[in-house]
Every structure is written in C-alpha cells, then in structure tokens.
C-alpha cells in the first residue's frame, strides 16, 4: 500500500486511498477477532488512524463495519471459490469450497464464517453490514446453482440452497465446537450431491 | 415462580429462589435479543434485581451468561426435541426436530439458535458459556445418533453429525437471509437421511 502510494502521481488520492484501507483492514480483522462491539477507539488505534482521519472517510462506525465487511469479504470469497483456470468438473469445483472450508477450521484463528458472525452477532436484520453479508452469502449459493445446473443435479436451486445450509453448519460447527472439521464438511456436501443426481 | 415462592415453607431459600430464576430469565431474553454484551446495569433493570443482589447469587457476568443459557437451553432444547410419548417411528422423530426448527425460523424474532450465537458472539472457546453451549450441541447430536441407530442408518455416527451440520446451517441461514426457511431444513435433512439409508 504505501510503496504503491508513494508512486502514485495522483498525490491527494493517494494519500487518502492508504488510510481508507488501512482502516478497513484493520476493522476487519478487529471486528472478526473481537466482535462488532468494538469502539471507535480501539479501531482507531489499531489502524493508527485519527478518529478525525476516520470521520473525513466514514460517517458512522456502522459504515465502517459495512464497508471493512465488503472488503474482507471479497478476498474471503475469492480464496473459497475455485480459480476460472482450475480445470475441475462441476462437482469438484463445488467439494473445492468445503475441502477449503475444512482446511480453514483447522487453524486456531478461526472464528468462523465472517459473514454469519456479523449476523449473528448484530441481531438488526436491516443493518447495512448484514445487506453486505447477505449479497456475498447469495454469492456463493450462485456459484453452487451454476455448478450444479452444469454438473446436471435435478434441482440445482435445492441443492445450491442445501450446499449453502451445509457450509454454514459446518462452518458454525466448527465455532461451536472449538476443533476442525476432520472431513464432516466434505462428507455432507458429497451426501447431498449424491442425492441431488450429481455423482 | 411467585406462588409457589409464598407457597413454600423455607423462606430463605424461597425468597431467593425467585431472584435467581427472574435475573436467569430476563438475562436469557436480554443476551438472546441485544447480544452477550449487554452491561450489568441493563441486565439488573430488566430482571427488576439489585446489583447487590446479583453479586450475592453470582460471582460475574460471565457466570449469569453462562448460567442462563443453561436454564433456556434446558427449555429449548425440550421444545426442539419429540417428547417420549409421541408414538413415532425413528426417521420422523428426526424430522420432527427440523420441522420445528421451521416453525421457529418464521418469527421475527428468532435470532438463530442461541448456543450458535452464544459461541459466535463470545469468541473465547473457553468461557463458561461455551463450554454449556457445546454441552448442549452434543446433546442433540446424541439425540440423532441414538436415532440414527435405531433406524438402521449406515453409520449413525456421521449421519448424526450431519444433521447436526443441517441443523446448524439452517439456523444460520435463517438469522443471515432475514427470512424463514420455507422447507429448506427438513428437505436438507431428509436428503441425508435418504443417503444413510434410513428412507
């Protein structure tokens, strides 16, 4: 960020667009590791950002938590998903999210679905954070839809809205009982695709 | 609780008796409704209880979180669950607990399953309230496997995992998409009993 800062010609957007980002990302990781309720200060000092800096970028600490939610998210979404170059069957590129699912609840850190801990954690079904989880949450149900209408199941909406069902328990399986998957995640979603006509 | 506290004949141990069950009641809804959060004062007016009063039952607010998930967790989990009595064959007795879960996910006012939340929210594996959250997990998971057995499934053990992930997941899905889960649990749950061969 800051290499690419310097070397931007545009010298009042870049130094804008770092501390943007900063700040989201450590929101991000703060909100994920701590929960929405952290303060503004604590926000604040772990971006090493004025809380004047914050407020010339963001309106409300609920924008922000919006806004780090949709960035996060991205990548989070992009490292679940198969690459367009991964040269996978239909039904492989769907066991690719739960096989990176699984890989995920192995390690200490993880504190589950970022997008269902935000929801969970929330309660107000309307808050702009929870619009943002609920477009990527529908992001990831698309891509089973699409994989399995490719890969021929007999209701390829069921079985994307079952597949969704399936990695958001084992995801929460995970948080609830503090250990890694061991396979359960792979195991369901292999179940419901042999139901589903996609073997 | 107040009749039967005039009713009994040990004062002490009634007068305190209704205290104890009120603050577990109010902070139950309260945690559930607003988060783990919620701040000893708000608890205290909610229950109509004294700080003093509390600190005399319980030594933190960690120790009221944890001991008021239990007392709804008992209740919850009661309701979920098929009663003895209901003459029904293994497969529906699972699916009576999904059917319910349906009913419960067309509220407004249902948040998810509250050991799911509880664990999302807290972050810390080791707090007490976890620890009464997972306890509460595996004993639905208890309830499918001892099921799964009966109905002859494949390998009860894993389906009853899986539908624990179900169960989960649909939960999960319910407080994320704002929206009441319109069959998706039981036809989920039926496709994995389906694959274990308890048809």
Redesign the interface.
Known sequence: MTSSAQASPVATTAATAPTRERLLDAAAALFY???V?IGIEALCRAAGVSKRSMYQLFTSKDDVLAASLARAGSRYLSALLPTPEADLPPRDRILHVFEHLESLSASPDY??CP???T???L?N?EHPA?VV??RY?DALTDFFREEARRGGAHDPD?LA??L??????????A????QHLGG??T??AT??L???GMS
């Open positions: 590791r701590e929960g309720n504190l589950g997008f269902l801990a929801a969970f954690e309660k079904r929870n989880a609920r949450k069921l809205r079952q969704t069902v399936a990695f958001d328990g084992s995801s929460s399986r948080v609830a009982q503090a359960l995640a195991a369901t179940a419901l042999d139901t589903a």
